[in-house]
């Protein structure tokens, strides 16, 4: 089962900021946080994904909670193109580690 | 080739009919996973190959559901004697050895058993 709990879904309206929050309560203390996205009829994509700092990249920003026990993923011009399922997962950092996906965030950019 | 292949992209397949889904990683990329997504649902684990070694197959649903990557690179996904419950979208996953974050899905075969 998924380690994580997100919204089944949000509006966020083009250019404005989209933020996309996590809870992760029973996270350890070797386990990532990782998002990714699946845009319809594709793969799963990466974003982003941190420990315990706050981590950006030129797709989204991670800000993580002090006490790990929750996150927000922060996409901060929304554009219609964004429109997808948003995925938050705990994970050992092990390239022989699977991803356990649960049902995600769909989030609907409105022009 | 610059991302991961799946091939074909669709499959319409009779109730009783074996199917066989193929996978193009990266080149050089080690790990290769396979993963099953029902509509609506996010993606399932079914296995994983490190090189030509499968090294997890637990998330495979049954016997009739067979993996295999014999040189490495290519691997092909197999049901035997479809279900209507294996309908789903097929996808996989690679990554170089040490890059765990890195992981690139293909688009997926989407399978229908009628």
């Known amino acids: 089962d998924a380690k994580t709990t997100q919204p089944p879904s949000m509006d966020c309206a083009e250019g404005r900021a989209a933020n996309l929050p996590c809870n992760h309560s029973?996270?350890?203390?070797?386990?990532?946080v990782y998002w990714y996205r699946q845009i319809h009829s594709q793969g799963p994509q990466y974003i982003i994904h941190g420990l315990k700092n706050n981590e950006t990249n030129e797709m989204a920003s991670l800000i993580i909670t002090e006490d790990r026990k929750s996150s927000t993923l922060i996409l901060p011009h929304a554009t219609l193109r964004d429109t997808a399922v948003y995925y938050c997962?705990?994970?050992?950092?092990?390239?022989?580690?699977?991803?356990?996906f649960g049902p995600g965030t769909r989030l609907s950019v409105l022009p | 080739g610059a991302g991961v292949s799946q091939s074909p992209r669709y499959k319409v397949a009779k109730r009783g009919q074996d199917v066989a889904l193929r996978c193009d990683p990266i080149s050089g990329h080690v790990s290769l996973f396979w993963y099953q997504q029902a509509l609506g649902q996010g993606p399932e684990f079914l296995t994983y190959?490190?090189?030509?070694?499968?090294?997890?197959k637990s998330g495979l649903p049954s016997d009739r559901f067979f993996a295999e990557r014999p040189e490495g690179s290519v691997s092909t996904l197999k049901i035997q004697r479809t279900q209507q419950e294996d309908s789903a979208v097929y996808l996989c996953?690679?990554?170089?050895?040490?890059?765990?974050?890195?992981?690139?899905f293909g688009s997926g075969t989407r399978l229908t058993v009628v």
């Open positions: 029973t996270i350890s203390g070797n386990e990532y």
């Open positions: 996953a690679s990554s170089l050895a040490y890059r765990s974050y890195g992981y690139t």
């Open positions: 997962i705990v994970r050992v950092e092990n390239y022989g580690q699977n991803f356990v």
């Open positions: 190959f490190q090189n030509e070694a499968q090294l997890d």
